[in-house]
């Protein structure tokens, strides 16, 4: 396993609960907006490899959430450098190496595809070319044996959600618990996923077991949205 970000003391401790496992994984400090360190990082793995079976493409900048019609411009190109084009970046570099091993590229979108709540515009039209960019590649790739798939996660209960959802409550004088069942009941299974969960999703597009799928979003939601 190739664990790639940013910050080198995450990946650590990342690697270290991989390590736990019984597994090892390689770290590579990388910003994958730059075309150096993303070719460092193909050539890493396959240093250390001798092969790239799949690409998991989770790096995410918040995108402003702003009307579109006052939307900062700057803003939004940064937004798509980050989570479009730097997929596109990753996914290139690794092609010739996905090609020989017959892999596969899971991309992480989100489940604002499925609606067009207010402010979130900039945040839908990132997602929607993330998700565009991944559809096209599978019908370029399909023919050379790689395939492409997306998973969508809605809200994931994890450090980040708990502490909105602690703000939310503090907001409104109620308890997390209560602003938590207010949204799990929005659901149809009534909760709302957790990471190893999306995770899952993820383990199985990469998986042979996925190996008629591509071109695909499978979305992780417990049920929010129907697509």
Known sequence: MVLAARTESYLGEVAKKVAETGRRALVVPTDVTDDAAAERLVQAALAEYGRVDTVV??????????????????????????NVLAALRLTRLAVPALVEAGGSVVMINSAVLRHSRRTFGA???????????????????????????????SYIWADTLQMYFAYLASKRGVTAEQVYDDIAATTDLRRLPVPDEIADAVVFLASDLARAITGHCLDVNAGEFHH
């Open 57 to 82: 493409h989770n790096a995410f900048a918040m995108p402003p959430m702003q009307k579109l019609t006052t939307v900062d411009l700057d803003a939004l190109r940064l937004s798509h450098e980050i």
């Open 123 to 153: 945040y839908k039209m990132a997602k929607s070319g993330l998700l565009a960019l991944a559809q096209s590649l599978s019908t370029e790739l399909g023919p050379r044996g790689v395939r492409v798939n997306s998973v969508a996660p």
